[in-house]
């Protein structure tokens, strides 16, 4: 009689399959953190050397011409620009003629001239924090009416505390770096590693608002129309200038629209795209405040809790959000004799 053998088939059973699914989940879900944190750490280390590389350009500009950069009014080329040989864009430097205006057109209306189109649209990756992820391209309108993008960017230079009128470019800082400045190293009594420089801030979100953002409200600039017009009480003075507010107090009684225009150009020196002070410490919930482009203007990032700050000795610390408030503002002054004790990350 014959006997027949069945032959036994190998394989996974439903169930197994779902246990092996299951763990594989179970073990991938383990590591995504892990992975996001090395990732998270690896920007913000690309984020601190390009803050050094910024820092290191302003000390040989200051090498080679015995000042910092400074700044020319807002419809002139920043400090940023001027040091674009030092950090290895020698080619996009050499096509500025600084003699030749930046915008043209009347104050309240001034444009992007038309033949500088492709350098104000010239995107520079060592000035964009890489853990923000918000496009570095604003759009603007050119001299003659076309549509035009303009590149932005992160990296900020202080002009200053904030307090008084050191968050107005117009007058002398106690920063390095203020309207027709180009400040000499000599100013800096406080010690150029007590100094901050440089300082990291997130980019705007290009909205134009008359009520409060829903999303990711830190990407506005609230615009303050003036102080005229406005009761008198501590942290006011005559005409538009205010020395020292209580913003806390104030925000959001004296905005009345917001707009995303943070750093919106590399090129042109005006203090919402380009300049930064310690008025508000890092990640401060209150947005940014802006009066007529000037303002209180924070450093702010996408790295979890604080900011990347460049000093004046090229340094770069990573400090906190619950940074000493009074601490953080004497760090921004050059020359106020103020003592600086930050604990850095």
């Known amino acids: 009689m014959m006997v027949r053998i069945r032959a036994v088939s190998k394989g996974f059973t439903l ?9 594989i989940g179970i073990l991938v879900g383990l590591l995504l953190p892990a992975v996001q944190a090395a990732r ?26 015995r000042r910092l950069p400074g700044l020319m009014g807002s419809s002139t080329y920043s400090a940023q620009a001027r040091v674009l040989p030092y950090m290895e864009q020698t080619a996009l430097h050499d096509l500025i003629d600084y003699s030749r205006p930046l915008l043209v057109g009347p104050a309240f209306a001034a444009r992007f001239d038309i033949a500088l189109s492709g350098i104000v649209s010239a995107r520079l990756p060592i000035m964009l924090c890489p ?3 918000e496009d570095p391209m604003f759009p603007v309108v050119m001299s003659d009416g076309s549509a035009g993008r303009c590149a932005g960017l992160s990296y900020m230079y202080s002009i200053g505390s904030g307090r008084g009128t050191s968050y107005d470019d117009r007058f002398e800082t106690d920063g390095m770096i203020w309207e027709r ?17 440089i300082a990291e801030t997130i980019l705007g979100d290009k ?40 913003l806390t107090a104030i925000f959001p009684s004296v905005t009345n629209s917001y707009r995303g225009n943070r750093g919106e150009s590399w090129i042109r020196g005006v203090p919402f795209a380009t300049t ?70």
């Open 207 to 246: 909205t134009s608002l008359t009520v409060p953002p829903t999303r990711m409200p830190m990407r506005v600039i609230a615009n303050w129309p003036g102080t005229s017009s406005n009761p008198s009480g501590p942290g006011f003075i005559s005409g538009s200038l205010i020395s020292n507010p209580d």
């Open 181 to 197: 400045s180009f400040a000499r190293l000599s100013k800096c009594s406080d010690g150029t590693s007590n100094t901050v420089l």
């Open 15 to 23: 169930v197994e399959l779902l246990v092996v699914i299951a763990i």
């Open 131 to 133: 853990s923000d992820g």
């Open 40 to 65: 998270e750490a690896a920007r913000r280390m690309s984020c601190s050397n390009n803050i050094r590389q910024l820092g290191l350009a302003t000390l040989n500009y200051e090498s080679a011409f």
């Open 276 to 345: 930064i002070n310690g008025y508000l410490t890092p990640n401060h919930r209150i947005p940014d405040i802006g009066m007529h482009g000037r303002g209180f203007y924070a450093a702010r990032s996408m790295h979890t809790g604080g900011a990347q700050l460049g000093y004046l000795d090229g340094s770069v610390r990573f400090v906190s959000n619950n940074v000493d408030e009074l601490a953080y503002r004497n760090s921004y002054s050059a020359n106020g004799g103020e003592v600086v004790v930050l604990q850095d990350q």
